[in-house]
């Protein structure tokens, strides 16, 4: 019985990062650009897409709270989380017209990957080699938001449209490699 409630947001999890993909095909666009836009202009056109938003942060925060474990690196896990969880939230709520959207969608993807590094130290046991892998993520997504920083700033100024597809993939590969191999139960190493 556990395991089954334990399962749920697991897979609620992953269906939240698929849910905007899905939104993404549904709500594009012909005068949408990959180079010059952001995911979040498709918001301005379809509220499908604010509403996967939503639901993806209501999702990531109902993840956190039932998955995430009370200890001390838990608990920054669990910070960082909800507050990519209710960032995702207001994204949906507050389109891109508003200022404020700007200020969410940045701290999304500044946060979320440390959430994601503080799992992967968090994970022993049987989950060690899922908590490896969980950090690489993490630092490939710091990395590919630095990279894309530098190539923002300096060489051209791109939308963010493609770093933020990349992340969801990486999200959505991450997402399927956590549900399919950690362990409720772990023995500690």
Known sequence: MFKKIFCMP????LLNFMLIVVSV???YYHGFSWIGDSLSSLGTFSDFFNFSLIISGISLGIFTISVVEKDRIGFLTRTF?????ISLVFIG????????????????????PF?????GVSLKGDNKKLGLFTKIVSIFL???WAIFIVIW???????LAIPEMISLCIW???SIVFIKYFKVNTNEN
């Open 115 to 119: 959430g994601l590094l503080f799992l």
């Open 142 to 144: 710091i990395v590919l």
């Open 93 to 112: 709520v507050f389109t891109e017209e508003h200022l404020i959207h700007l200020v969410f969608a940045i701290i999304l993807f500044a946060v979320f």
């Open 10 to 13: 697991r897979k609620l999890f």
């Open 153 to 159: 700033r300096f060489i051209y100024p791109l939308g």
């Open 25 to 27: 095909i549904f709500s």
């Open 172 to 174: 959505i590969i991450w």
């Open 81 to 85: 989380l909800l507050i990519s969880s």
